[in-house]
């Protein structure tokens, strides 16, 4: 065996210890608080918050640090400007943790309470997962806003973030600790990995028995590598390839003012569309309107032969387009002869995302609604309402494209799981 | 490369084929049975009914082969008999395809429906996962079982049992088979994998985007390979090492009741007791009436010191025999100092599966019901109640032992996920 590889093997061994000990504290920590009262949990919440305020200006510092050298490596602006935290995100992060204290506690109700023939009562009750593992990259944000969500759905929290960001998420879990222990709740119920290489994060997806579930939250690739390597239970984030179908029945200002929308509101997120398909029936009237429109904000299309024949200006979308997230001022255009086709072109090439169709037609609306498959559906609106807050769920963890557990914006009920609590009076089973 | 690898490459890669092949055709009928109407389906469940009693002597001859086979290669007269199909449980398997078809369907149910200030209508409903893969042993009463509970719930299966059973289940799907297409519905609903090799395994295994969750039906080992080697998302199901605590509060009459019938009423199954704790104030007057009736009826005891100084025949129970799950007529006994001393013991060897307290102690009930880490916990019953149909739920494809997606008994709603159909007049988002 290489060198190279015996020190590997000792690095991983090292991950793995580092690992155990803190799913253990976690687990302790988790213990303790399944059975924290709501109002204990709030109360870490403000607490964390304040301390988080009054830890401005220390933190700041740290991160000036951090951000200064991911800039003189030659990191691109988007990661700088992540990573990078101003007062005004600061108390964002703490307005965060407030917003959550005020939402109602899932933990402990009753999903169903049954009496069964033989007097057996079975209530099915919300509890909290246990031990979450967060994955994420440079963004100090989602440390503070992971912490309060597992908190309030009453999960102890370990946090792997990036090491670019490794000293500003020190001092903040720092400041969240000190406010849990003013509450009496356990600090352990936010723990940092501390030695953000990639064996921790090798360790933290094979710590089955230590950690209930893993969600990453980042680009494309690092929720693949979780999601292909973990052998703990992930929910996947985050992907989204997102449609919009103007049919045929569309109406056609509407249907500008959508796309405009899902393209440029925000490029940068899961939600934003990337692909837009048009009914050759209108494609004639809506291309060149929708080329006035997005080209003037900056966009640049990509459309398959048809469009080009509308628009010969347009560069030709390759087969690669159709599966790309670009999660930037880019948009793929295609015209299609039906609804089925656009169904079909969804379904193959989708993320199981957010899908949306514009049309006056009831028939192609509920058929868009119940064949393409995919979290979020929509008739006669932008995909970027594909949002736990929008929908009314209170903060989000993170938006699952997945069907197991979660599907679409997840909130606090789903960091919970259940339990069945059996009453009996002596009953023993005869059949 | 040895020429082994090359050729278990290549079998890997044909398996690989193989299941993309029935992963696409399997995913071609989840579309259809998407929006199969209940009436359809439950037309299927009956004709599907029909079918496998009008083989039912075909299939009989062909199980008597396969399990004739099995004997001659000395596998043991418990596997045999699982692999062994009677008239009675060919009627079995046609009566469960009857029951599910009487349960309500669980797809388009609507979870929460919700008019957002801007007014968006957002709709939460049931809709199926897609398709589910079952990997399980050789037995043939599951290919019928599971076949059944996927199509009711909408969902296309891929079925892939032990080699030992494969003559048996072609007999049983192709009877199935053609139950779904007089009914109208898609017969590449119900598919079997028929190389069931373990590169077939592998390849299930690895079949993200086909495959959108994963079911191991079997014992210990095959569940963790699964859940080990998987990138499809799985649930974990089945493994019991579950406890039953005799409290010092309890009535010790119900206690002996409780603890028979938990051990010796069906030993090999998941919801039955391996573990018996006992407080040490009731240890004089419980352990010697425990250990006659239980040893009466065939029980072997392993005892902790405690329980050998008032039972000195009883041979000591190892650290190993804590962490077992027999699903045998063995049991281990230990005497605890306390609720506490219980609790922690349960939260330490226990798999997370069903739990019992025996006592008359509001207090120390509630405590256990609340922190007792396990699908189900129990309050004065016998663990053997962990059932699907115990619980009102109508048939089960399995108990889960994970906390994410389903945890417990898993019915025809855990098979399901959820979609929001989000209704629009326009909107678009501003912030």
């Known amino acids: 065996m290489a060198t190279g590889q015996g020190s590997e093997a000792a690095a991983v061994g090292e991950a793995q210890r580092l690992i155990e000990e803190l799913g253990a504290r976690a687990r302790a920590a ?12 709030d109360a870490a919440l403000l607490r964390m918050a304040e301390e988080l305020v009054s830890a401005q200006d220390e933190i700041l510092r740290i991160n000036q640090q951090e951000w200064e050298d991911a800039q003189q490596a030659g990191r ?3 990661f700088v400007d992540r990573l990078r935290l101003t007062p005004a995100r600061v108390r964002g992060m703490a307005q965060g943790l407030r917003s959550v204290a005020s939402l109602p506690d899932p933990v402990g109700e009753g999903l169903w309470r049954r009496v069964r023939p033989n007097g057996l009562v079975i209530e099915a009750v919300r509890v909290p997962l246990g031990v979450i593992g967060i994955i994420y990259e440079a963004r100090p944000n989602v440390t503070a806003d992971a912490a309060g969500l597992c908190l309030k759905a009453g999960n102890a929290v370990i946090l792997r973030g990036g090491h670019e960001a ?7 879990v720092s400041s969240l600790r000190r406010g849990l222990e003013q509450a009496g709740l356990p600090a352990d119920a936010v723990l940092l990995v501390e030695r953000p290489e990639r064996a921790t994060a090798v360790a933290l997806m094979q710590a089955r028995g230590w950690v209930d579930v893993l969600i990453p939250r980042g680009g494309a690739q690092l929720i693949q590598t979780v999601v292909q390597e973990s052998k703990v239970p992930v929910i996947e984030t985050g992907v989204g390839n997102c449609h919009t179908y103007v049919d045929a029945a569309a109406d056609l200002d509407m249907a500008l003012e959508i796309v405009y929308n899902a393209k440029c509101q925000r490029p940068s997120v899961c939600n934003a569309m990337e692909t837009l398909l048009v009914h050759a029936a209108v494609a004639d009237r809506f291309l060149p309107a929708m080329a006035a429109r997005l080209e003037a904000a900056g966009v640049e299309l990509r459309g398959c032969p048809r469009v080009r024949e509308r628009l010969p200006h347009v560069r030709e979308a ?6 790309t997230e670009y999660l930037d001022l880019i948009l793929a255009v295609k015209v299609v002869d039906s609804l089925d086709e656009a169904i079909a072109h969804i379904n193959h090439y989708g993320s199981g995302h957010s899908e949306a169709i514009v049309t006056r037609d009831y028939l192609a609306a509920q058929r868009f609604l119940d064949e ?8 006669n609106a932008s995909t970027r309402f594909s949002d736990g807050e929008q929908f009314g769920m209170g903060a989000e963890i993170g938006i699952s494209t997945q069907k197991l557990h979660a599907r679409g914006p997840m909130g606090l009920e789903e960091l919970t799981t259940r339990k069945f609590r059996v009453y009996g009076q002596g009953q023993v089973r005869k059949d």
């Open 30 to 41: 988790a213990r303790q608080l399944a059975h924290a009262s709501s109002q204990a949990k």
């Open 166 to 172: 490794l000293q500003t998420n020190r001092a903040i």
């Open 76 to 78: 691109p602006a988007a």
């Open 318 to 323: 390759t087969e690669e387009d159709w599966a």
């Open 372 to 379: 393409v498959d995919a979290a979020c559906v929509y008739v």
